[in-house]
Each structure stands twice: as structure tokens, then as C-alpha cells.
């Protein structure tokens, strides 16, 4: 474990952390002196491996760093996010983000400039946003929760959730007899409901988008006080795996195999351990509660953004 450099004077109001993956990029180191030539005091810490972003966006908003700006991909972000989450509401520093991951799940959500100087420009000037966070079994997710069928793919394996929802239904089904794959079995409680159904895979979205571009809670704004519940069942035929996928595509209130859903909060109980993914990072949990924390997090996007609900306080 290494020691942090504490903040001092000369770090100013915000701090980029930067996944060292991407320390090293001209194009970023470009975008950072320019943006500290047009007068931000811009700081820059570097992660050496899973749990640095957590500690240093602690470190940096206990110090009172007005912006944090998670530079990475989804998982860099997440990071950050339960960095921050550790403060009480209120002393949590506001989360800017510069889009360096192969998916950028979030920031594509959100659309943020993926150009790494505008989107430094945006971290450090938008005006900050109050939205959501979603909290899973003690951690946190800022985007999207999945669970199930594809959860433990992450963005650096080819995607058979993609091939299903991009309807390549007839390979996907051999794939599943290959693999001997077997549903999700337990029971999942929400306000007003209880199912007990086997499960092929269940998403509950803050934000819209997951696996590098697919619309798993489309509906999804991240300031509504509400997740997305996608709830999927388990299939056995080919006919019923073109449904499901039909049903994909309308996601209706309550198909046969496709549930899509507005909720505060969800339980699972499950017979055997769900994989799950956070925000692009695999876990497993055999029972939890997943809840969303309204308000939860300062956010700077643009005013524009399509995850923003764009109600009454529109800035
Ligand atoms: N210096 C480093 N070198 C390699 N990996 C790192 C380093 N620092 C942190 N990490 C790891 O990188 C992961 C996060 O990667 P990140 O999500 O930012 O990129 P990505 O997976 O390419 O993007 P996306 O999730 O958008 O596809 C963390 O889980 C962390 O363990
Ligand atoms: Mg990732």
C-alpha cells in the first residue's frame, strides 16, 4: 500500500484521477496543460490498481476539492463514486468525468464530449446537478446494475447478451445448450410484488446503457428518484427466445418473458449466488437490496444531457 500525497495549496479546486492505464496518452497530457493555460487550477493523481480511485476521491474531498474528475471508463467512475459516497451528503465533492474506457457506458449515456480537452472543459465548468446513486449489497453503482445472464462479462470479452439483443437468437440458443446453462433461480421482492420466477437476467438502471452501447433501461433518467427494473425470464425453446427478444424491443409493462419497471428499491434472494455487474465490475451476492439514494451525488454534465429530466429546475 502506498502512501497518498495529501493535497496542498497548489492543487486548487479539482483533482483529475486518472486510471493509470491512460497516464501516459499525449492527447491527455495535451488536454491537461491546455486546460491549465485557460485557468484551472487542474491536479492530477494516478491509480496503480483496483480500489486506488476509491481512496483518492475520499482523500480529495475530505480535503475539500470542489470537482473530482474520474479519468478512465465506467470502472474508474464507479470508483470515484464510492470514494465519495464514504462523505456524508453534502461534503461530497462534485464528480466530472473524462471518458478514457473502451465502453464509457455512463459518460455515452450522458453524452459528455469524448474528446478529452472539451471534456475536462465540461467537468470543470458545467453547472452541478444533483442525481442519483444506486447502492447494491453495500456497494455503489452510478450507472447500471446488471444481474444474470451476461453479468459477469465485462467490455474486454465479446458479448453474447450483445448477440442476443442485436437478435442473433438461433447461435445464442446452441450457446446456451453448449454451456448446459441453467436460470437464476430465487425470489425477487419490489413495492407491491413479489416474483418467483426463474430468471434469464435482471438490470436495474440509473443509467440507460450497459456492455458498450446496449439500451438495457432506455427510459432511465438519473435524477427521477427511480430505477429502471428490466426483469427477464428464463426461456427453453427457440419460439420462446424470439418472444423474449420481440418483447426486448417493446419492453412491455408485462410480456410474458420481459418485465420493465419503475422502482425505489428491489430485494433478491437467491438459491445459489447471482453474478452481478456494477457499473462494467463483476461480483456475486446470493441476497440483497438493491436501493436508489435520490439526490445522492453532485454531477457535472452538460445542462442538456439525455439522462437529465429536464423538469421544472432546468439549468
Ligand atoms: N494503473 C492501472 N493499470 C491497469 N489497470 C488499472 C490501473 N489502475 C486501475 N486499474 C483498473 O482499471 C479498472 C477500471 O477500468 P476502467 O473501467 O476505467 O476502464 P475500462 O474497463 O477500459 O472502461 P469501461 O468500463 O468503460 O469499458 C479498475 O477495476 C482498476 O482495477
Ligand atoms: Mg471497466
Redesign the pocket.
Known sequence: MSETLQPTATDGDAWLIL???SAQLPDIREAVERIREEGHPLAVRV????G?GVRLAREASEAGIKRIIAG?????VN?VVGGLMQLTQGMRSTLGILPL?????FARGLELPLDPFEALRVALEARPHDVDVGSLGGDYFINLASGGFGAQI??STPAPLKRLLGGGAYSLMGMLKAWNYQPYRGRLRLPGGERNIPLFLLALGNGSQAGGGQQLAPLAKVDDGLLELLIVRHFTSLREMKQLIDELENLPQSGEFVEYLQVPWVEFEGEDALPLNLD??PCFHERFRAELLPGALSLAAPSSSALYSHQSDEG
Open positions: 486510471n493509470g492505464k491509480t496503480w490498481e483496483a486506488d478512465g471508463g465506467d470502472g474508474t470508483e474506457g473502451s465502453a464509457n457506458d465485462t467490455n462494467g465490475e
